[in-house]
């Protein structure tokens, strides 16, 4: 974590384990030498075309990257759909009986889906789309679990040149709302309800209530997943089943320039509003391609490859859909929570489907690592030979403990750091070449320029610490934010300048050169791995009626990374009590997310603020963690201080 002082980053932590890949692996390995690197680095325009030039395009490409800072342009002149990359073409090349998809539903009903079946299944619900008026540029919101139709919806919407917009299905109905109104969308793809341990979901009350409060939407598909009776109102809504019904397996895919959009993906900042971050297709598609054949080593015909996220979030989006599915990847996708009904669901999993790559987030394996090493060990899970995370800094423990009970003490893992608006892997390890280190994301990959700054933008050297930065356009970058260019200037790109891209992340160097992530120096907390802004959280307390003003910080939490701990100021004549602050965390549950809900609320008579009215967010993180805190006398009322730390100190003594 950077130092809660300020911005200077101490190089704390030292590591001196290595993990070379195992012989057998780097010989293997699609990449089994380091002299990539410097191939990228000679020429880093050619390094991306050759993996442009992997994929089919309808119109060859007239430049490969057109930088006028802060905008890229990548492949521009250049035709392709990604539909057709990701499905039509290894049909074409003799694949489409491959499976696609090996699919677990949570109740534990399966389905298997072939490339071919995908395309018709695609095909029928893109025609569907255009039946219902959808036309190239529009934008689909979609809200769905983790089902097959999830994939066939985003590919559907990319075949005929929709933008779509998924939202996660475990966001609230106002969060729907809000992405809805930002993007202007006509169209709802949902699902009646979801499974989640055990439950049904009701998503498509959810959605009912959303569209109840915003009159953008028109038409909504909805999914038959759990067979529940849902309110339809006549005009509006349509069963997918019945709209998918009689339509023809044939639908050409529309040619979409490389610059056009692809996607629109919320994600939190440090204001209230989400951002929609947009990717477009050609770079897009090229760099989560390439990076998913080569980080995972994905050998086609061989591998049964599993990314446990879920593809509400941009993991799902790059790695379950569109980078496997350019790869010709088989995948695993499954629909539910990891301890349903069991502990070692996952593990069921590995061994029912020989799974041999694994995906997953660190808040995952320090779960898996509570629930205890035998509950794996019951398991076949040798088919495994290479093991990834991604979302939050993983601990170096955690990290061994991933190697050694679910690799087998061999399998290479590959610590991945990117982000929503990156759109693809920049910083890992590549596993035939890179000699990890626990804890350590390593290196950039080939042909992205990562470089660790101090406050005044200059490059620090091995060993020491500051600001994470990109500073060369890489072809998934972010294109904008959706209808907020100004934003996306102020936030990538004026902290060090118009060139130089601000990640937002504290990052450290070791003495190797080896880079080492800390976390996010704005006032973003990373819950599980899911970026949650405190301004949202705290809107979403005081627009409790009984709310004056809150302030939320993460404080360190061994399970979730971080957990959300919520300040909060009652107006007068209300009365603190502990019923109300359990109705605060539900109602941050039902505005936002159970996702974004505080680990606990503490009521205080005031914030701690500046003179110039800013709550000391920092403070209160000290507090929550219980650390000593420094001089609080610069505050406008410093008393208040020693006041909260009393009650946390207290409130924390009666929780042990
Ligand atoms: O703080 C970093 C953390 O997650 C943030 C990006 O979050 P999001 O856009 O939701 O995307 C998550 C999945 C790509 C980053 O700014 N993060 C992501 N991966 C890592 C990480 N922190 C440390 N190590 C990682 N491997």
């Known amino acids: 974590m950077p130092s809660s002082s300020g911005p200077a980053i101490e190089n704390l932590y030292s590591e001196q384990r290595t993990f070379p890949p195992p012989a057998d692996f780097a010989e293997r390995a699609t990449i089994g030498d380091p002299a990539v690197y410097d191939e990228a680095e000679q020429d880093v325009e050619a390094w991306w075309a050759s993996h442009a030039g992997a994929l089919r395009w309808t119109k060859p490409w007239d430049t490969i990257c057109q930088w006028d800072p802060p905008f890229a342009r990548w492949f521009d002149g250049g035709q392709l759909n990604v539909s057709d990359n990701c499905v039509d073409r290894h049909i074409d090349d003799g694949h489409g009986s491959q499976v696609a998809y090996y699919w677990e539903g949570e109740p534990g009903d ?127 809504d349509h069963f997918y089943d019945d709209v998918v019904d009689g339509q023809s397996a044939e639908c050409p895919p529309e040619p979409m320039d490389a610059e056009d959009v692809l996607y629109i993906l919320y994600t939190s900042g440090t204001t209230g509003k989400p951002k929609g971050i947009v990717h ?205 260019e100004e934003r996306y200037r102020d936030t990538y790109w004026s902290r060090f300048g118009p060139d130089i891209y601000f990640a937002g992340d504290g990052a450290k160097l070791d003495d190797d050169g080896h880079v080492w992530l800390l976390g996010r120096v704005d006032d973003v907390m990373n819950i599980s791995g899911h970026r949650i802004s405190t301004t949202e959280v705290e809107s979403a307390l005081v627009d409790h009626p009984k709310v004056a003003e809150a302030a939320v910080t993460g404080r360190a939490d061994e399970m979730t990374g971080q957990a959300i701990a919520a300040f909060v100021t009652l107006r007068s004549g209300e009365d603190p009590s502990d019923e109300l602050a359990a109705q605060l965390r539900e109602h941050v549950a039902e505005r936002i997310g159970k996702i974004a809900r505080p680990a606990n609320v503490l009521f205080t008579e005031d914030l701690p603020k500046t003179r110039s009215g800013k709550i000391m967010r920092r403070l209160l993180k000290d507090i929550a963690e219980g650390r000593e805190l420094g001089d609080v006398t610069t505050l406008a009322n410093a008393d208040i201080v020693d006041e909260i730390k009393t009650r946390s100190d207290s409130a924390k003594a009666e929780e042990q």
């Open 110 to 236: 399966t389905r298997e889906i072939t490339y071919h079946q995908l395309r018709d299944e695609v095909c029928r619900f893109a025609n569907a789309l255009k039946d219902l008026g959808v036309a190239k540029g529009d934008r689909v919101n979609i809200y769905l679990p983790m089902i097959p139709e999830l994939p066939v919806a985003m590919l559907a919407c990319a075949r005929i040149g929709a933008i779509h917009s998924v939202v996660f299905a475990g966001f609230s109905s106002q969060s729907l709302v809000d992405r809805i109104e930002d993007a202007d969308a006509h169209v709802l793809i949902t699902a009646d309800g979801a499974y989640r341990k055990g439950n049904v979901v009701p998503l498509k009350e959810s959605a009912d209530r959303a569209m109840s409060s915003t009159d953008k939407v028109t038409t909504c598909v909805v999914v038959r997943r759990t067979g529940d009776d849902v309110e339809m109102t006549e005009g509006r």
């Open 280 to 484: 477009t297709t050609g770079g897009y598609l090229t760099q989560v391609a390439a990076t998913h054949r080569l980080v995972f080593d994905l050998k086609p015909d061989t591998d049964v490859y599993w990314c446990a996220a879920d593809i509400g979030w941009v993991t799902g989006h790059s790695y379950i859909v569109y980078g496997p599915l350019a790869n010709r990847a088989t995948s695993i996708m499954y629909e539910g929570a990891p301890d349903h009904p069991g502990k070692d669901r996952f593990w069921e999993i590995v061994d029912r489907y020989k799974a041999t790559i694994l995906y997953t987030a660190p808040t995952a394996i320090r779960a898996f690592m509570k629930w205890g090493a035998e509950l794996p060990a019951k398991h076949d899970l040798s088919s495994l030979r290479l093991l990834g995370t991604v979302g939050e800094p993983i601990n170096p423990e955690a990290w061994m403990w991933y190697h050694e009970h679910i690799g087998g003490g061999t399998a290479p893992v590959v610590d991945t750091w990117w982000q929503t608006e990156t759109g693809a892997i920049m910083i890992t390890p590549l596993p035939g070449v890179t000699a990890s280190k626990p804890g350590s994301a390593m290196t950039a990959f080939p042909g992205i320029r990562a470089v660790v700054v101090d406050e005044q933008g200059e490059a620090v050297a091995p060993g020491g610490g500051g600001y994470l930065t990109l500073q060369r356009p890489w072809p998934a970058m972010l294109r904008t934010i959706w209808g907020d």
